[in-house]
């Protein structure tokens, strides 16, 4: 640390220190000390006069592929950071939908679900705020993905998962997703020959002490019943863990890496196979590995390629009907670990249709990815797409209810289209006259629930 970082260390310490102490004799308003204000993150933002609140983050931007996106990556294949949290307004109540066309799935129907809102803390804290934007909806599930750069990250790297363990032991009904790469240098377009050689290679066992350390980080860090989404699309041409280069090598790699995670002792680990939609670079059946490793068969299924109607999305070889059916003969449940809109837009239709799909199938878990341009939430591109989500999954809870009456058939639009509350991409918010936020960062920020935001005038309030 040069010189120079000392003394702004010290001087953000001494700030600190002066905004507590003061914060013990000063009064404020509620939910704040009075010289420091921290936002919480257990509902909907609400600002309050001279302090920042977190807003929706800015819309990240992640890579397009054939095989469907992934989540954004740095060069490193680390999944990045998004940019600091835009202001914006207390979300507004939604309405109910028309008594015409088919009915919406009432607000205590429906799969477990969530959403992919950031690969570590901000993702979390970000779970709190869709579910007041979805009117209180309990958001179950959490998804996020391990780096595939190197093999140390894929093994659990310490403190990754720590804030993910945190927020899946505070309600025992909850589901943390976790994709795993199967081998390193994921996403740096190795060719199918060094691919080969590696499937053959981890398929000989070369790499299952990874896979045990990682499992047991996992049982370590308290969350021993993650659900693993192994090698996904591995059916496309993305990824260094692919199944095309040797469709053998890769099922009995797979095998082995089931295997070498549920040796470890505490475990309780449900592995899910997840191919993408539709054929792409191989059919994915000829990737399954067996019902004896694989617990869930799962699919990411985004609104692509551009023109393609989603009774052709359902009806396409390898498509929904086909996994639907595929799952069933192997007596497996299904799931939705990747989906969103994607190729044609901002697509209203397919959304109302895909969230009616999983109505009717009763997947395991579904999440969508929420950033742009796939996203409802986090992407201002999307507003009629993002009010037919809201709409239909505000206020759920994903306790017992009767059967739902959404089939495939289009539920109807909300008569008065409200606009979306949801974040926006914009610059960052400046601090207020009387208030100056401190960087912090991220994970010191996500266990205090929102930024530090220090009152400039604490010594004028005293008086």
């Known amino acids: 640390m040069t010189p120079q970082q000392r003394r702004a260390r010290s001087r953000r310490l001494g700030v600190v220190a002066a905004a507590v102490a003061a914060s013990a004799v000063l009064a404020s308003g509620p939910g ?38 992934a989540p954004a990556k740095t060069p490193a294949g680390i999944p990045a950071p998004t940019a600091s949290p835009s202001v914006t307004a207390t979300p507004a109540p939604v309405p109910s939908p028309t008594a015409t066309g088919t009915p919406a799935p009432t607000a205590r129907s429906g799969p477990a679900f ?22 209180g909806a309990e958001l179950r599930v959490g998804h996020t993905y391990l780096p595939g750069d190197r093999w ?15 927020w899946r032991a505070e309600k025992d009904d909850r589901m943390l997703v976790l994709n795993v790469p199967m081998l390193e240098r994921n996403e740096e377009g190795v060719s199918d020959a060094e691919v080969r050689r590696l499937l053959r290679q981890g398929a000989a066992g070369r790499f299952d002490h990874h896979f045990r350390a990682l499992a047991e980080r996992l049982v370590k860090a308290n969350v021993p ?14 990824y260094t863990h692919r199944c095309g280069p040797d469709p053998q090598a890769w099922k009995t790699y797979w ?28 059919p994915w059946t000829e990737c399954y590995p067996g019902d004896d490793t694989v617990d869930i068969i799962g699919m990411d299924s985004y609104d692509q390629p551009a023109g393609i109607s989603f009774d052709e999305q359902v009806t396409e070889p390898y498509g929904l009907q086909e996994h639907v059916d595929f799952a069933r003969s192997h007596g497996k449940p299904i799931s939705y670990p990747e989906w969103g809109l994607f190729r044609n837009g901002d697509n209203a239709e397919y959304m109302r249709r895909m969230l009616a799909w999983m109505d009717e199938h009763k997947p395991l878990y579904n999440t969508v990815t929420d950033y742009c341009p796939h996203g409802v939430w ?13 709409t239909v999954l505000s206020g759920r809870t994903d306790e017992p209810a ?54 400039m005038d604490w010594w004028l309030r005293s008086s």
Not at 383 to 390: F, L, N
Request: net charge negative; hydrophobic share 35%.
């Open 225 to 238: 019943d993650t659900v693993i989404v192994l090698g996904w699309e591995m059916n496309g041409i993305t």
């Open 114 to 135: 969530g959403a992919y809102l950031d690969y570590g803390p901000l993702g979390v804290a970000r779970m709190a705020q869709l579910s007041g934007w979805l009117g």
């Open 32 to 69: 704040f000390a009075a010289g420091v204000g921290v936002a919480r993150v257990a509902g909907p933002p609400v600002p309050t006069p001279g302090v920042l609140v977190p807003a929706g983050p800015e819309t990240p931007a992640g890579p397009e592929t054939s095989a469907g996106p």
């Open 152 to 166: 140390s990250n894929i093994e659990g790297r310490p403190g990754f998962l720590d804030v993910w363990a945190h």
């Open 378 to 390: 986090q992407c201002s591109k999307n507003p009629e797409a993002s009010e037919v989500y809201r």
């Open 255 to 282: 095998k082995r890496i089931v295997t070498a995670m549920r040796a470890v002792p505490g475990q309780r680990f449900t592995f899910d196979f997840t191919p993408s939609r539709g054929r792409d670079a191989v």
């Open 402 to 455: 009767t059967e739902p009456t959404a089939t495939a058939t289009a539920p109807a639009a909300p008569a008065t289209p409200v606009p979306s509350t949801g974040p926006t991409t914009g610059p960052a918010p400046q601090p207020t006259v009387d208030c100056s936020p401190l960087d912090l960062g991220d994970w010191a920020e996500y266990w205090m629930g929102g930024k530090l935001c220090v009152r």
